[in-house]
């Protein structure tokens, strides 16, 4: 495995009583390749996505290993990890209001992040902030530089935490549930930019939805996960239109709404699997 | 095309309706009309789902007509009778008649309730028990509307926090059904379930508007779920109704630019 990711036999418990949340899990995720997460709650898609950003708990133990560019992650000491986070790895959450500071004006907390690599100046910040909120499609980048996060709308500020991901061109980039709470019509548009911006800076994506649609729009690649491992990986096309894992299946068919005629009882998971019969 | 062939509103009294219904919120410079001018007929038997993104109004015109706010101007009817305007006591047939359930199960179950008191909170209401038929609160119908949305009996004993979302949206669904209303109000309930509970929580949605012939009235911003469930639909932007008619017609011919830009703007799978 030489991927700018490599994940392998990750394990991760949260205390001797309670079922692991990763089971040894590993994948890995080549340059520029886009790879969506797919779960329920508590599958550990989340939990995979924390490790790889050094953001567990302290009270999680972890073993196996998560290299990034070939540099080994896990047991990486902190003041290390937030080194590389907002540098080698940018980050998009589901609600951004967590990742924005609610008392700094918006231009300022992009070009923190700027400062994160310690060679940008004050002056070139500001024009390459401009630029960069032009970049995710603001037309008035002045007036969003100077608003504070509460007067922008929930998609205006996902598109501030994508730009700030963004900014340092890191080589990956690390989504969780970031439309889910967003309107359909804008979430439509955040994604498309997501799209374009991958697209352009060559940078890998861990994308992670319970939403099958957002993942087959945005990923080439899929993994779906439950109870902490990986029942099935691949392409989106063959994950999609043949999955092979009975759990997948299940998923598959509850996510095609659209197939459904009214009045008709709508496919569930239990259809296709049985918990009881995993493991 | 013939206009008054998509219009939802049967030559039937409505059961709930909103006359020229406006909410307003704030004054002055920050003044924000979250309805403006609404009306809306719900005739009996009528499976309506109101589709909208946030800040549409579509919350804040069930609230309206469920009386759990007042309009601005205009006015709310329940079976011909206003409701705006008039003091709680006045409200029991509509209390009793008409129930609720929202999005979040995990806000609207009191946490410190059994799953048992919860059920059958509403039928110890003696503004509920106003209405003569409103079913006792015993045992017995516990565990009828406790099996009728497919919970074990044992639950009873349960708190809120020990069950998984999609039971704890099986309980609210149990709460609005104990008394027995005509009409289901559901906004958002499947909004943030897990997509495999979701399908579940829809079935049974289903099962139960078909086998108790219930009024529904479903809000959502997702319009894939709406076409599950409803047979009209209403569309709102900012405060008003851009489009309604039947669901058929209004899935798969949108008129209204809107209304197309919702529907394209649903992700499908792509396999």
Known sequence: ?279 | MNPASRSPVAPVTALLEARGVTRRYGDGRRRVDALRRVDLAVPPGARIGIVGESGSGKSTLVRLLAALDRPTSGETLFRGRRTSGVPERGLADLRSSVQLVFQDPRSSLDPRMTVGRIVTEPLRSRRLRHRGDVPSPSADRLQEVLAGVGLAPELAHRYPHELSGGQRQRVAIARALAPDPEVLIADEPVSALDVAVRAHVLNLLADLVRARGLTLVFVSHDLAVVRLLCDTVVVMKDGVIVEQGSMEEVYDRPRDPYTAALLAAVPRLRS
Request: charged share 20%.
């Open chain 1, 1 to 279: 495995m030489n991927g700018l990711l490599d994940v392998a036999d990750l394990r991760v418990e949260f205390g001797r009583h309670r079922a692991p949340a990763l089971r040894g899990v590993s994948f890995s995720l080549q340059a520029g390749q886009r790879l969506g997460l797919i779960g329920e709650s508590g599958s550990g898609k989340t939990v995979t996505a924390l490790a790889v950003m050094g953001l567990l708990p302290e009270t999680a133990r972890v073993s196996g290993s998560v290299r990034l560019d070939g540099r080994e992650l896990v047991g990486l000491p902190d003041a290390q990890f937030s080194d590389l986070r907002g540098v080698a790895m940018g980050m998009v959450f589901q609600e951004p209001m967590t990742a924005l500071d609610p008392t700094m004006r918006v231009g300022r907390q992009v070009a923190e992040v700027a400062l994160l690599r310690g060679r940008a100046t004050r002056g070139d910040t500001r024009t390459n902030v401009l630029q960069l909120l032009t970049r995710v499609g603001f037309v008035d980048p002045e007036r969003i530089a100077d608003a504070y996060p509460h007067q922008l709308s929930g998609g205006q500020r996902q598109r501030v935490v994508l730009a700030m991901a963004v900014f340092n061109r890191p080589g990956l980039i690390i989504c969780d549930e970031p439309t889910t709470a967003l309107d359909v019509t804008v979430q439509a548009r955040v994604l498309d930019l997501l799209d374009e911006i991958l697209g352009e800076s060559g940078a890998a994506c861990l994308f992670i939805s319970h939403d099958l649609a957002v993942v087959s729009r945005v990923c080439s690649h899929a993994m779906v996960m439950l109870d902490g491992d990986v029942v099935e990986s691949g392409p989106v096309s063959q994950i999609f239109a043949a999955p092979r894992h009975p759990y997948t299946q299940g998923l598959v068919a509850t996510a095609r709404l659209d197939l459904v005629t009214p009045g008709e009882r709508l496919p569930t998971i239990e259809d296709y699997f049985r918990r009881e019969d995993f493991r």
